[in-house]
């Protein structure tokens, strides 16, 4: 294949905001010399694929094809790559760039540089769009592709590239580990992978839900203690009791009445962003006890590498439902439904052969 041949692409995209997915063929860049071409075989569905897709976070770039837990094999290096070959199990998460000279880049935190390139739905600096992993192939900068585990199945591995690292970074800044008591907010996509990982890291968890549904998937992944907040009570009983809490729900919350749940210099940390983006909080009850209430938001390269190899170390995937591409829109309803065990990942075989819809 000549170097200087930009790559034929399929994939699947919305080509208006709130519209279904509809097959999509276009161009990714040609293979520089500092690039990965992937063959890409999983994709996972994050739900933050549907708040792009449905501008409900903010107005996005159009035609889109989502997708950040891009789990593939390499198939082609340009001249200067050292870290992968053709062959190697490799996955893509939520950034394909980033400026590499600013504080948060020196410091392995280019999640939050202010030029991160987000792997779908934003622009290279030469203005081009980029487009995500409901897709066959992908290039991406070697600098932004991780090393993926080959004692897992590699459908159960996608999703860490933003599910795992996105609780994985907040539990490791805010001291997860042995001794600790950290409650785990939503059993979802997000929660469930959260809970897996603070358990391997040693803490106490706990898992909080609005009912009881998912009492028994709770204890199934290891939780120690599961708690209903509908029950009578709940709230009350809880105060005072966690060193951490990660909110991995993006509806809105009790959330002072968690806060109260923290003990002396306990953090509640939000990694979901709900569409109604403000919330009062008192100030009082941070002050009584040294409190911390913070935020987090994926993670830089490095820290998604040592995720990577903590979970292959523990055995940690993410339990998923594997589906063809033609369910993706139903997928999405599921999604908002709450109806999925727990992770979607598209297997990206099922793209069709032959496509309707052609655009470069
Ligand atoms: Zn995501
Ligand atoms: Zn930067």
Not at 47 to 73: K, Q
Not at 133 to 153: C, F, K, Q
Not at 197 to 202: D, H, R, W, Y
Request: proline fraction near 4%; include cysteine.
């Amino acid at each position: 294949m000549n170097q200087q041949q930009h790559h034929k692409a399929k994939g699947f995209a919305a080509h208006e905001s709130k519209q279904p997915l509809k097959p999509f063929e276009f161009t990714r860049r040609q293979v520089g010399p500092n690039d990965v071409l992937i063959d890409i075989k999983f994709c996972g569905i994050c739900h933050s694929d549907i708040h792009m897709v449905r501008d409900e976070w903010s107005e996005g770039t159009f035609p889109m094809v989502p997708g950040h837990e891009i789990a593939g094999i390499v198939s082609k290096v340009g001249d200067k790559v050292t870290k992968f070959k053709p062959g190697n199990l490799v996955g893509v998460g939520c950034l394909v760039d980033s400026c590499r000279s600013c504080d948060a880049c020196r410091k392995g935190l280019e999640n939050y540089c202010a030029k991160m390139v987000g792997t779908y739905g934003s622009r290279f600096p030469d203005g081009s769009i980029t487009y995500g992993g409901y897709s066959n192939v992908i290039v991406v900068d070697e600098s932004y592709v991780l090393r993926l585990p080959s004692t897992l199945p590699l459908e159960e591995v996608a999703p860490l590239l933003c599910a795992g690292i996105t609780t994985y970074s907040p539990l490791k800044h805010w001291n997860c580990g042995p001794g600790k008591s950290v409650a785990i907010i939503g059993l979802g996509g997000l929660g469930h992978v959260a809970l897996k990982i603070a358990k391997a890291m040693g803490a106490h968890v706990s898992v909080i839900s609005h009912s009881d549904k998912k009492r028994e998937d709770a204890k199934r992944l290891g939780a120690d203690d599961f708690f209903n907040t509908s029950d009578e009570g709940t709230f009350k009983k809880l105060e005072d009791r966690f060193d951490l809490i990660l909110n991995t729900v993006s509806a809105e919350v009790d959330f002072q009445s968690f806060v109260n749940m923290l003990s002396i210099d306990g953090a509640y940390i939000a990694i979901g962003l709900p569409e109604k983006k403000e919330m009062t909080l008192r100030v009082g009850p941070l002050i009584w006890k040294r409190r911390t209430v913070a935020g987090s938001m994926i993670g830089g390269i490095q820290e998604t590498q040592e995720m990577l190899d903590f979970c292959e170390q523990h055995s940690i995937g993410c339990d998923v439902e594997v589906i063809s591409i033609d369910k993706v829109n139903e997928a999405y309803d599921r999604v908002v439904d709450g109806n999925v065990k727990f992770r979607f990942v598209i297997d990206m075989s099922t793209l069709p052969q032959a496509f309707p819809v052609s655009e470069s």
